[in-house]
């Protein structure tokens, strides 16, 4: 409604007040300011746009002008205060329906990622923000040194990109507990990898975590809920890869899905490196580089900073300890089992 003509309500009084002003001299009293502060107040909540709203009042001050008597300089003052009043008022009004639409936003984020309302209200709620919660959507999440708010610099920064590069597309930008979300369509995966790749440039090296598309309403709070899964499983698994996807982790959730037998797995299997000197975590350390660099013991002595044959006694002295050999492979995938189950479950740090 912003080229709208403004009606003759939202003008009311302009004349009489300034054409009293021009012959006093006086300044606008405070009843006469408020009811021009009401007026831009009322002109914003019917949607009048403020440029046809300034238009209007000096086309009244105008009309008025000829038949007002006194000074000039008094009328032009009379005239800047009336503005002044009706400008303050609208944007006040539109302040506070930044931060009701800000509040509602906020809450509908909360209740889409918690699931805690009704699913088809959610749903009729979702369109007012772009998504439409009967397809899939998939869910990305970022994290970085930093916790981000909603309009802060990078969140705004992202947006731009996105915006820049896809358009309208259904996407939803967001932050929760300082991370950065995108929500999209889960047939675009186009745009997660983008939100991905300015999101790590963004935070300065952060990490993101992909979750799978999920269908339904409550499928955003699946697909985030994934999300979180696996930025939680990347710092206990010292995951360092800038993106991460939940569907290529999926071995990971299996494997503690029964924590007690994990748990059994790794005592019965590890539980003698306790007896090493030093403790069990530096031959842990060494199983774990070793089975990441492929069991290639000269890319695992590099990496541990350690010479071949300092490697090899380890995996001797592991062997020895538990009964299992690391470069045998029908004793590795036990061990390497075993490592996996310990990182997750934080042994030997954690008794279990």
Known sequence: MTGAEIPADYVSGCAG????????GRR???????????????????GYGLRALISAHLTAAQAAWPSAPGSSDSALAGVHQIIDAVV???????????????????????????????LGHLAERAERFGLRLSHA???????????????????????????????DRSILLTTKDGRLLCVAPGDQEEVLGYFAKQAFAATDGGQVAV????????????????????????DRMELTAPVL??????????????????????????????????????????????????????????RLSLSV?????RLQRIHQLTGAN???????????????????????ETEL
């Open 17 to 24: 007040i300034l054409a009293d002003v021009s012959t006093t």
């Open 28 to 46: 606008l009293t405070r009843d006469e300011l408020d009811s021009r502060r009401e007026l831009g107040e009322r002109a914003a909540e019917a």
């Open 88 to 118: 303050e008022g609208y944007e006040r009004a539109q302040r506070l329906a930044v931060r009701q639409e800000e509040a509602a936003r906020r809450e509908f984020i909360d209740d889409l990622l918690y699931g805690r309302s009704d």
């Open 137 to 167: 959507h998939a869910v990305a999440v970022a994290c970085g040194a930093a916790a981000y708010g909603e309009g802060d610099a990078v969140a705004r920064q992202i947006e731009r990109a996105l915006i820049a590069r896809f358009g």
């Open 211 to 234: 979750g799978r598309a999920q269908p339904g309403p409550g499928g955003v709070v699946q697909s985030y809920e994934e999300a979180l899964s696996v930025l939680d499983l990347a």
């Open 245 to 302: 996807y939940a569907a290529d982790l999926l071995v990971y959730p299996v494997l503690t899905r029964d924590r007690q037998a994990m748990a059994d797995l790794v005592t019965h299997t590890l539980g003698s490196l306790t007896k090493a000197r030093g403790g069990a975590l530096p031959l842990l350390e060494t199983l774990s580089v070793y089975f990441d660099s492929g069991c290639v013991a000269t890319e695992a002595a590099r």
């Open 309 to 313: 044959r300092a490697l090899t006694y």
């Open 326 to 348: 690391p470069a045998d492979p029908t004793h590795r995938y036990m061990l390497q089992t075993a490592v996996i189950g310990a990182r997750l479950l934080g042994w030997p």
